[in-house]
């Protein structure tokens, strides 16, 4: 095998190894986007499931979290979009309206008691 032969294979198996953490970089958003939903749905079985009145600063809060999670997704889909900034944009945009509804829901559930 020649030199040039040699390089040949070598970037072939550098693109097919690009192409694999391409996939997998996809994968991972798109478990992180689902263990979002999952989140997401357990906020809103808490809040439908307490003793307390869902104030329109929660329901504000639900939706706009939800809003968020669908942008997300959005952007997850649309292939134009790099991976990793769409990851780093969604689980800020997330954590950040995630911590909002939480603090929401414990300052209602203080007021409560």
Do not use: C, P, Y
């Not at 889909?77 to 603090?103: C, I, P, Q, Y």
Request: net charge neutral; proline share 0%.
């Amino acid at each position: 095998m020649t030199t040039d032969e040699r390089i040949a294979k070598l970037e072939a198996q550098i693109d097919d190894l690009r192409a694999k953490l391409a996939d997998l970089h996809n994968q991972l958003n798109k478990a992180q986007i689902d263990q979002w939903r999952g989140r997401i749905e357990d906020l809103e079985v808490q809040m439908h499931l307490g003793a307390m009145e869902t104030s329109d600063k929660l329901t504000t809060l639900m939706a706009h979290l939800r809003s968020r999670w669908a942008d997300a997704r959005k952007q997850f889909e649309d292939k134009t979009s790099t991976a990793t900034s769409v990851a780093d944009t969604v689980r800020s945009g997330l954590e950040n309206a995630f911590a909002e509804l939480r603090k929401a829901l414990l300052e209602t559930k203080s007021k409560l008691r």
